[in-house]
């Protein structure tokens, strides 16, 4: 029986962003900021969510969704709210 070494659940920080070209780009074009605290955020200030494998394509490769715990709507209350951390 042949395991699966693809980890389920991937949590994006700087050191791991450049292996996701599409976050690396929103990063690179100001659509996501590294707060000070070191966590990924995107510019209204919702963390950027972990990602999760949800399928195998036929090719083999992984494809993974980003999943938050937290999010806002960028037009809310909550992101014109929004104080980045100290």
Known sequence: MKTDQRPKV???DG???HLWPAFQKLLDHGKIKVDRKGRLR???GAPVG???LVAINKD???VY???AEEWFDPDSQT???FF???
């Open 10 to 12: 991937i949590a994006l």
């Open 15 to 17: 050191d791991n962003l």
């Open 42 to 44: 995107y510019s209204h």
């Open 50 to 52: 972990k990602l999760i």
């Open 60 to 62: 083999g490769d992984p």
């Open 65 to 67: 969704h980003e999943s």
């Open 79 to 81: 992101a014109r709210e």
């Open 84 to 86: 980045w951390p100290d």
